[in-house]
């Protein structure tokens, strides 16, 4: 018996048509992705909480407002520290949306920084933007803060609003 006669003797011919090669494809691929999904939690418009968090870690709120979901938001400094008492830091607010409605959404963001006992530091405040129906949006924006704030974040309020 040939080699090659010994394969298909030991492994029967399957024929993967281009077809059922994707249908695999996609269902390896869907199954992580759908893991990692948080639950999302249908709340009022303006959305408010009150979160645990550390500079440049990503948080995942999870929630949906009027079928807009805010899937994260991260704060993170591109230069390392440690930085100099009052000295401007550059840092970066990225936040990501998600419109599953059928009309258009203005999508206003606020992030109260705070420290470990809930004191206010700082406030950013995301300009304004349009979410269109149907879309993911990712929003970076780029403030100064100070070094000391960005040293004591430990909490931040979250406020989210879709604009009417």
Do not use: C
């Not at 999904?37 to 009027?66: C, F, L, M, S």
């Not at 009309?103 to 304004?128: C, F, M, Q, T």
Request: proline share 7%.
């Amino acid at each position: 018996m040939t080699r090659q006669q010994h394969r298909h003797t030991a492994f029967p011919a399957i024929r993967l048509t281009p077809w059922i090669a994707a249908v695999l494809t996609a269902a390896v691929l869907a199954s992580p992705a759908t893991a990692q999904n948080p639950e999302w939690r249908k709340v009022d418009n303006p959305y408010q909480e009150d979160v645990e968090y550390a500079i440049g870690a990503t948080h995942e709120p999870g929630v949906e407002v009027n079928d807009v979901r805010w899937r994260s938001f991260r704060i993170e400094t591109p230069e390392e520290g440690p930085f100099a008492a009052g000295e401007p830091v550059r840092t970066e607010v990225t936040v990501e949306f998600e419109n599953r409605g059928e009309k258009n959404a203005r999508i206003l963001v606020i992030l109260l920084l705070e420290d470990d006992a809930g004191s206010p530091l700082d406030r950013i405040e995301v300009k304004p933007f349009k979410l269109a129906s149907g879309r993911l949006k990712e929003r970076k924006e780029t403030v100064e803060l100070p070094a000391e704030v960005v040293g004591s974040t430990r909490r931040v309020y979250l406020f989210f609003e879709i604009m009417e």
